[in-house]
């Protein structure tokens, strides 16, 4: 495991920017794994800046999202469709027929989850994954539980995280109840991770997640198996991190801008 320390959300946003572009300029067929939430839109903003000066090319990147909704069209403006349309893909030069989300309208669910992962597994899997952390310890919408759930899955949301995301929507009673997400397996198969995290109000789960024990009650817990997990945050996500002796003289320091 690799941990990066940014000064700050900008700074953050920066250097995982500068991870996936080194991806999609070494390889530009990978594959990329991608997240929705406030944590990786900084990043999406840099990397659409770095597409529009022309260093950055797109056009054979195929990607694959965590996570969708349950009950809302691709044209909801909460869907996770929707969300990386407005937030990334309207914006850069990446060909429409490369971009996966599960869907989250068909009437049989069990199938698209299937679907959804030969999908990824026909694409030959994740080159890189990008993710964002939960309050409670999810990544994608793999919640608290007794188990690590292996292959993308129907999820039931917990109440923390139906009140986290209902901010989002103008009536709360709109906010879904149900969504389907990528399994642990699905995630933990990606050859790099990079998992993004700030602000002080993440510090604590940060903490248990990669100080903890391996806990399917904390499902980012897992990360610490995976052999190319590397982790991005910001000075008060990293708070508590950096007062464990046996994980703080590893911390890398983000180059300055
Ligand atoms: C979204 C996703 C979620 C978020 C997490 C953090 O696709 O997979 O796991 O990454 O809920 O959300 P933010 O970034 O809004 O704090």
Redesign the pocket.
Known sequence: MTIIRAKDYNEMSRTAANIVSAQVILFPECVLG???????IGMYNQLIEWNKKGDLDFSQVKTV???EYIGLAKEHYQS?FWFMQQNFFNHININAKNVFLPDGLVSDTQNECARYEDRIQTLGGIDLQV?????NG????NEPGTVFKKKTHVVTLTER?IA??SRFFRDTEEMPKKAI?MGMGTIMQAKRIVLMCAGED?SEILYKALCGDIDPMVPASILQLHNNLTIVADDEALRLVRQDAKISNTIKIAAES
């Open positions: 991608l997240a929705t939430g406030d944590t990786p999202n965590l996570d996770y993710l964002g952390l939960g309050h999810h990544i994608g919408f995280t986290a995301n997400t993440k």
